[in-house]
């Protein structure tokens, strides 16, 4: 027997989503829509019965397939499950029945293959738009306290105003802000950024991982502003990142997601989105444009591609709608940047448009191995200063991935917190890098720098005279080094504090802060991060001029 | 690290060989402390087997230099050993020779 899922059965929308899929599975299996739909509706009436003497109660649905025939076995389980086998014989060849459970078989005809199997199980697990709506609400703790404050105002004017503010903080609240967002992956650098107007926008981006190697990435604009918009956007993430987890082509996705956003959309909102899937250890990437405006990609060395290609509507719109997909491959120190309109129709005081032109310079005159952080930051500034003291007319949002590469090889060392293991720790990465034949001077300066790192982790980390781990790990491509290290000491930020006086004179010389001083100034990149109880720090060194 | 001394005239010469880090500033330390205690009045250290210096090794060469009445002398730097210093804003406060025959003459 194959696990299609568990459903729910816990209250009215529950009941009413199992039966609409109860409903799907069985005309995929039966191929009878009328057999099926009677299906659905004794589901939803074991349902609600089961639903009326006990809370929690559950569906399971099976299948069992041998040749080209097979069964279809639905479990009811709850208080009294066993109560229902007459209803269930009536549209079912057996039932099986014992304390707290009912379990209801249906042959059917033909053969189902995997991808049949994990179609079938997309159907019953995927989530639905309203089961969505619901997460987004009980994930949204501010959003019911301002809709109360919302209730309490008054006069239209500050009603008009607090509904724009709820929904620029249901907005804001939906976006992942830390970064640097995959500290563990070293093949990739991303950065993003929204920056609200102060009255229409919906902008939104994303980023997160499908698995192992794939990254999905967006960055959207919804049509429209307040409350709905934000709502509307918010569902739009959450039906991305649900669909995402089954599907790793953007154009599939994208479908997914115009298919439940068009049906009732009664307030005829849409949303513009740039959807990609980057294979961090290839390169390779497909992306669906769905009226988005075109990303751009700056290739290592500085020539900038416009990616052109749309491949379909605005998502949200019509109903039924394919889109298309296109590949690329990144190669290390490409950065590829998705933005939405707010920076090119960004205007000054005499309402001159910034205009892509514009960003095409900044991007074409960045340095070849800018982080994407800065590269952000350095496309942005010039539209700041255009803009001077207009207004912002709309979001500007703007999401920056460079690539890197994936690691040639890599070393992971755990250390323990003794300081003899420092040696032993700088011994084993000079031995690494170089057998990768890394420079000498560069291999001395890294060496320095964990000297720096793991002694400090070691005198300061802490409170305890306990064992701890420290584990260490060194990914090298032709490009960089990455250093990861991380350590369950007390929460330290070895980059937060301001740089020693390297001026003072020989009597007034102290030691203190220079060890992180010279880590900040060897490497080319750092950063600190506290997660799960870890200090993580990430020291990146490029290896050619 | 392996430490050895050499007096050359007035000068003081304390060849160091191995990594000046957390791990050996201790041995360095005493070693230095030890020909200031025995009256050198002028010191260079030549880092010239020297492959890094982490703030550690700084501070023993900080220490070391509180207690002259002249100017610490150092040479051989190796490229990133100078980095170190420059970032520290060590090569002000110390004298910084190429060689030790140009640190010996001062």
Known sequence: ?545 | MEITSEQIGAVTVARLSGDLDTGTAAIAGEALMALLDDGAQTLLVNLEAVGFVSSAGLRVLLTAAKRLSSKLRVCGLNETVQEVFDISGFTSIFDVYDSEQLGLDG
């Open chain 1, 1 to 545: 027997m194959i696990t299609l899922g568990e459903l729910n059965l816990d209250n009215a929308d529950a009941i009413a989503a199992a039966r609409r899929k109860v409903s799907s599975v069985a005309t995929q299996l039966l191929g009878d829509a009328v057999a099926a739909s009677r299906l659905g509706a004794v589901t939803s009436a074991v349902g609600k019965e089961l639903h009326r003497r006990s809370a929690g109660a559950v569906l399971v649905l099976r299948v069992n397939t041998s040749g080209y025939s097979g069964d279809l076995a639905m479990e009811f389980r709850g208080d009294q499950a066993e109560a229902s086998t007459l209803r269930l014989s009536a549209f079912f060849d057996k039932v099986d029945a014992r304390e707290g459970c009912a379990t209801a078989f249906l042959s059917f005809e033909g053969a189902l293959d995997n991808d049949a199997i994990a179609g079938l199980q997309n159907l019953v697990q995927k989530k639905t738009r309203d089961e969505l709506m619901q997460e987004v609400r009980e994930q949204n703790f501010a959003l019911e306290e301002s809709l109360e404050t919302l209730k309490r105002t008054r006069s239209a004017r500050d009603r008009l105003e607090s509904e724009l503010n709820i929904g620029r903080e249901i907005q804001m609240s939906m976006l992942p802000l830390t970064f640097p967002a995959f500290p563990e992956h070293q093949s990739f650098d991303i950065f993003a950024t929204l920056h609200p107007a102060q009255q229409v926008g919906g902008d939104f981006y994303d980023m997160f991982l499908i698995d192992d190697s794939k990254l999905c990435f967006c960055v959207g604009d919804v049509s429209g502003k307040g409350v709905p918009a934000a709502l509307f956007m918010a569902v739009t993430k959450t039906l991305i990142k649900s669909f995402a987890a089954h599907e790793c082509s953007p154009a599939r996705i994208l479908e997914q997601v115009n298919g439940e956003q068009a049906v009732g959309n009664d307030s005829c909102m849409f949303v513009t989105i740039l959807l990609a899937v980057l294979d961090i250890n290839t390169g390779e990437m497909t992306y669906s444009n769905a009226g988005h405006n075109p990303p751009l990609l700056r290739r290592s060395g500085g020539e900038i591609e416009r990616l052109d290609a749309r491949h379909g509507p605005i998502i949200g719109a019509i109903e039924d709608l394919d889109y298309g997909e296109d590949r690329l491959v990144l190669r290390p120190g490409d950065l590829l940047y998705f933005y939405t309109d707010g920076i090119n129709e960004a205007m000054n005081i005499d309402r001159e448009l910034y205009g892509e032109h514009r960003l095409l310079e900044t991007l074409e005159s960045l340095q070849d191995d800018v982080v994407a952080e800065t590269a952000l930051k350095a496309t942005l500034d010039p539209v700041w200063a255009f803009q001077g003291d207009a207004p912002q007319a709309d979001d500007v949002t703007v999401l920056c991935i460079r690539y890197c590469g994936a690691a040639d090889s890599t070393l992971s060392l755990q250390l323990n917190n003794r300081e003899e293991e420092i040696g032993r720790a700088v011994s084993e990465v000079r031995r690494f890098l170089d057998s990768y034949g890394v420079a000498l001077d560069v291999q001395r300066k890294v060496v320095t720098c964990l000297d720096e790192m793991i002694a400090n982790i070691i005198s300061y980390a802490y409170e305890d005279d306990k064992s701890h781990q420290i584990d260490l790990d060194l990914s090298l491509s032709a490009q960089a080094l990455m250093i990861l290290i991380k350590d369950d000491g007390v929460a330290f930020d070895p980059f937060s504090d301001a740089p020693p006086d390297t001026s003072a004179s020989l009597e007034n010389r102290a030691i203190g802060g220079l060890g992180r001083h010279l880590v900040m100034n060897l490497m080319d990149e750092f950063s600190y991060q506290r997660n799960n109880s870890l200090n993580i720090v990430r020291l990146r060194k490029q290896l050619q001029s």
